[in-house]
Structure formats: C-alpha cells, structure tokens
C-alpha cells in the first residue's frame, strides 16, 4: 500500500540534543498522527493534529500539521536516552460514507548516545 | 485509559495448526483493527470492524479469519499459515471510523515453523 516519505530514516544524536524529522505526502491528509514504536512493542501515540498550520506540544515533543495539508514534522528538544526507538508519522483521510485508514510514514529511527 | 490489550504476547505454530489472537479494549470505541508488521516496516492494515461488522479488508488470504463478538473484543483467527506470516500483529481502536485517533495494542509477536 501507499506510504508517505518521512526523513530522516536513522539519526544518531548526543543526550541534549534537539531533533527534528518530517514526513511528505502527494496526497492531502485531514488527519497527522505521530507514533513513538519500542522494539517489540506497539506504537504508542504521541501527538495528534487535526487542522492545517496546527502546532501542538506535548512536553518536549512539538509537532506541526502542514499548511498545504500534504505534511508535517514532529521535534524533540533535549533528548534523553528513553527517546530511543522508531517514530511513524501517519496521515488519515476521512470521507463521508468510508471507513477512514491510516497512512503510515516509513519511519525515523533514532537513538540516542550519551 | 488508552490501553488495548493482548493475547498472548509471543505465540509460535505449525503451519498445520489452528490458534486465535484476542484483543481486547475498555474506551467504548466502536472501531477495531488488526495490523501486520514485519520487522523495521511501518504495520500494515489488514482488517477494520466498525459497530461489529467488517467494514475494509485489505485483501488478506483467508488463512487469517477476523471475528468481532461484541464492541470490546477483536479476534484473529489462524489456520494453515506460512512461515513468511511471521510478523507482529497489532490490533488497535478507535472511537469510530470517521478520522478519530487509534490506539494501538502491544502486539503478538507470531512465528510459523
């Protein structure tokens, strides 16, 4: 199925750091979430965006929602050694009459050094 | 509470056996869904219920079976697998299908030998 394109696919940083990824659609999404995956786990959400040129925080994460509706980008500010782990962006489109489905980002691994 | 749970959280099979996923969640969602990930690959749909009925199937081979008994409970039935269906499968929930945000469950890791 489609996936959008999310860079960078792998950064390694310094404890302290701050960290920024995004992710690219030719399509238009209603909906950005971003999802925060341990190995092993689950995605576990981090930040939901619902309106164009939306900017929402969530502690040290900020993400915002694309004016052209097509993107979005998620920072973090001052990693810590936890942040580690593969975050996905996913895009939702909702029509009136069909079940809405995620669009799933190909994912940013990050980890984080001392 | 955003949990969904499930069961079990490793499970490992013949490719003649028969064995169910569960998923379970509490938030009064009225959607569910269950995913297929392989490793370092973002999960994919697979199937999605709404109100109890199947609404989307991704066009899964029908060794894997979905079944909704009521609005908490997701099963996913298993029967003849292949080894390449080793994956993750991730069920997750929604209030309903309309755009709202799903939560994910933990996942069961699945092996076919």
């Known amino acids: 199925g489609q996936q959008l394109n999310q860079s960078p696919q792998s950064m390694f940083i310094q404890e302290g750091e701050d960290v920024s990824m995004n992710c690219t659609s030719s399509?238009?999404?209603?909906?950005w979430l971003w999802y925060k995956q341990d190995p092993g786990e689950g995605p576990v959400l981090l930040i939901a965006l619902y309106k164009a040129g939306e900017l929402t925080s969530n502690g040290r994460l900020t993400a915002q929602f694309g004016i052209t509706r097509k993107d979005s980008f998620l920072n973090i500010s001052a990693s810590i050694p936890s942040d580690v782990g593969i975050y996905f962006c996913a895009g939702q489109l909702y029509n009136t009459g069909t079940a809405s489905k995620l669009t799933f980002g190909t994912g940013t691994r990050l980890q984080v050094t001392l | 509470d955003t949990e969904v749970t499930q069961t079990p959280k490793h499970l490992v099979m013949g490719m003649t056996n028969k064995k169910s996923l569960k998923c379970e969640q509490h938030m009064g969602h009225r959607a569910m869904y269950w995913y297929k990930q392989k490793a370092k690959k973002p999960p994919e749909l697979m199937f999605v219920?709404?109100?109890?009925?199947?609404?989307i199937n991704e066009s899964v081979p029908s060794r894997f079976s979905p079944e909704c008994p009521n609005s908490s409970l997701l099963n996913l039935h298993l029967h003849a697998l292949q080894p390449e269906d080793s994956a993750l499968y991730l069920c997750a929930s929604s209030q309903d299908t309309s755009g709202t945000d799903q939560y994910f469950g933990p996942g069961t890791r699945l092996t076919v030998t």
């Open positions: 219920y709404s109100y109890e009925k199947l609404s």
């Open positions: 399509s238009i999404f209603n909906t």
